[in-house]
C-alpha cells in the first residue's frame, strides 16, 4: 500500500512559481509511475503531467494547458515527486493531486491509477 502526501500549495499571483512535493512512503517508489492530477472548483479532475518509474525526463507527459510552464520529475532516492509550476494563469486554480500506478505505460487517465494523494490547493490570484 504506498501513502502519497502531497505540499506546497499556497496562494501565488498571476505570472508567478510554485513548487508542489508528493512525499511517497509504503512501497518501493521506483516501482510506481506517477502523476500529477487537478480538480478546478465545480470541475471534474484533469491529468496535468505523468512520469515512468525512473523518472526519465523524456517520458514525460503534459496536458496542453500546462505545456511549457510545468515541469514534472522524480527522485527514487528520496521517494518524492515534483511539480515545478511557472507561469501561473488564475485557470490553474485547483486542488492538485498526486497519484501512483504500477510501472508500466505513463497514464493520463485516472482510472489508470492506484493510489492517490489528500490533495493540495493552489490559488492564483488576478
Known amino acids: 500500500q504506498v501513502q502519497l502526501v502531497e505540499s506546497g500549495g499556497g496562494l501565488v499571483q498571476a505570472g508567478g512559481s510554485l513548487s508542489l512535493t508528493c512525499a511517497a512512503s509504503?512501497?518501493?517508489?521506483?516501482?510506481?509511475?506517477m502523476g500529477w492530477f487537478r480538480q478546478a472548483p465545480g470541475k471534474g479532475r484533469e491529468f496535468v503531467a505523468a512520469?515512468?518509474?525512473?523518472?526519465?525526463?523524456?517520458?514525460?507527459l503534459y496536458a496542453d494547458s500546462v505545456k511549457g510552464r510545468f515541469t514534472i520529475s522524480k527522485d527514487n532516492g528520496k521517494n518524492t515527486l515534483y511539480l515545478q509550476m511557472n507561469s501561473l494563469k488564475p485557470e490553474d486554480t485547483a486542488v492538485y493531486y498526486c497519484?501512483?500506478?504500477?510501472?508500466?505505460?505513463?497514464?493520463?487517465?485516472?482510472?489508470?491509477?492506484?493510489?492517490w494523494g489528500q490533495g493540495a490547493l493552489v490559488t492564483v490570484s488576478s
Open positions: 509504503g512501497g518501493t517508489f521506483k516501482n510506481y509511475d
Open positions: 512520469i515512468n518509474w525512473f523518472g526519465f525526463g523524456g517520458s514525460a
Open positions: 497519484a501512483a500506478k504500477r510501472a508500466g505505460t505513463v497514464a493520463t487517465t485516472i482510472a489508470q491509477y492506484t493510489y
